[in-house]
């Protein structure tokens, strides 16, 4: 018989997910940011790129214009065609990962096309496994990357109770990976319709997001997530289709609506 051996450490017969074991570490050092020159922009499927070349090219010759100075991670949310496939994917009782793996494809998709607009720049299109273990790499010889901001759960993903339909979609996905990197900033561009749905509000709180049973341009979601990041305390929302809303907002200037934590 063989008996169990144990490494000398702080973790021994311990685990991550044990919030008293890693508070102390949170609270001594604090998390690192990985990359904290990264801006991330988040391209809405639906508000942005749906709206073919009219209302995409003139975001794609903005984003252009600052690969000179930023350094940018481009997120793409699925659209009306991801609608469309969950629709059908509830009628036929698929479970929810299903689901958002269906969704995923659209945005994928998305992505593909505004990295092909972009390509000249020697920007390039990065699947979720290459933007987690290769972005700096990628962003030390171009600009900017592309990828799509719906989270890789698998074929798992959490349920709520009114709906089979995924909780965590682009705005949470584009959330979480900025703040696992430590993103400078986090910059959701949606068209005019959209913004004015926060009906002339300059900011809003992550708790307002989350409560409020307004149509927002912004999963409710974010603002929980929000409350809980450790890097990202704020967030903005900007009219993509206002020629230099996404320069000013990653300049820090007044563009948009912020949601803060």
Not at 69 to 92: E, F, K, N, P, Q
Not at 154 to 165: D, I, M, R, Y
Request: aromatic fraction near 2%; charged fraction near 20%.
């Amino acid at each position: 018989m063989t008996s169990a051996k144990d490494v000398p450490s702080a973790l021994m017969r311990q685990t991550l997910l044990d919030r008293d074991l890693v508070r102390s570490a949170d609270i001594e050092h604090g998390p690192v940011r990985l990359l904290p020159w990264l801006d991330v922009v988040v391209l809405g499927g639906s508000t942005i790129i749906d709206g073919g070349r009219d209302t995409l090219l003139p975001v794609v010759d903005e984003l252009r214009s600052l690969l000179g100075s930023r350094r940018m991670l481009i997120l793409t949310g699925a659209g009306v065609r991801a609608r469309h496939a969950l629709g059908v994917g509830l009628d036929l009782g698929l479970p929810t990962g299903a689901l958002a793996g269906l969704a995923a494809t659209e945005a994928e998709q998305n992505g593909h096309l505004v990295a092909a607009l972009l390509a000249s720049e020697g920007v390039s299109y990065l699947p979720h496994g290459a933007v987690a273990g290769q972005l700096a790499v990628h962003l030390a010889a171009a600009p900017a990357v592309v990828s799509n901001g719906y989270p890789p759960y698998g074929v798992h993903e959490f349920t709520s109770s009114a709906t089979k339909l995924p909780l965590h979609r682009t705005d949470a996905g584009a959330l979480l990976l900025a703040d696992a990197l430590g993103a400078r900033s986090v910059t959701y561009v949606r068209d005019a319709a959209a913004l004015a749905r926060f009906g002339g509000a300059e900011r809003v709180s992550g708790k307002e997001l989350r409560t409020t049973d307004a149509d927002l341009p912004l999963d409710r979601i974010v603002g929980e997530l929000l409350e809980r990041a450790k890097h990202v305390r704020e967030v903005r929302v900007v009219d993509g289709t206002t020629a230099g809303q996404i320069g000013s907002a990653l300049a820090g200037e007044p563009a948009g609506v912020v949601v803060h934590a």
